[in-house]
């Protein structure tokens, strides 16, 4: 795949200024729970072809105000020249018993079980250029958030999911057996090892927004 970068005013004077107004609430509402919020470079499809893409970058506030407001009415309500699909890279762990491994966030009504992987970000200078830097990419994930050792044979590219306003860079990797320490707990607060029929069943779990993207493909 040859993954072209790209550089255009993606903004207007009233989309920053509307977009501030709703980053700062976000900022006050993630302060008085005392959680973190970042904002930083993140990558995001201009256009795709079968064999090729194209990327650029924008914001991570752009994504906080999707949360507010659809893509649609965002074009429409500002004259935008973009679609707002954001790039993140997600690797499914499975084992030889075809049981899939899941970080836990517990929230208030309900457990979330999140993959391996987050937004493509740029960040420390890692510029992507080209297909094996979304590669590099996957594996810093695997090496962050897991205490896998990686071994390239074991992870596989499967597809590049479009779903909304994500876009999927999926990897699997193959484990013989899945152990009960193998995630980092604190990228998660807990784990669930789970059948792939159990993923989107509701019954005690519920998919993230990224992971519930690849419904259909799964």
Known sequence: MIVKNIKKNIYNKKY??????VWDNKLKDYKDKGIPLWNGSVYYLDEFAKDSISIGLCEYKDLVFLEVKKVKDLKE?????FDFIYINVQVLIVDKQCKYLF???????????????????FEDGN??????????????????E???KIDLDSLKYK??????SICTFLFEYNIDVIEDNLLNIGEFDGFVIIEKSEIFSKNKFMAGARLKSLQDFL
């Open 127 to 144: 510029q992507i250029e080209k297909f094996e830097d979304i590669v590099d990419y996957a594996k810093k994930e695997i090496s962050i």
């Open 146 to 148: 897991t205490k896998i």
């Open 103 to 121: 970080g836990t966030k517990h929230n208030k009504d309900y457990i979330e079980i999140i993959s391996v992987g987050g937004t493509l970000r």
């Open 16 to 21: 920053l200024e509307d977009r501030e107004v």
């Open 159 to 164: 597809d590049m999911i479009i779903d909304s």
């Open 77 to 81: 309500e500002y004259n935008l020249n």
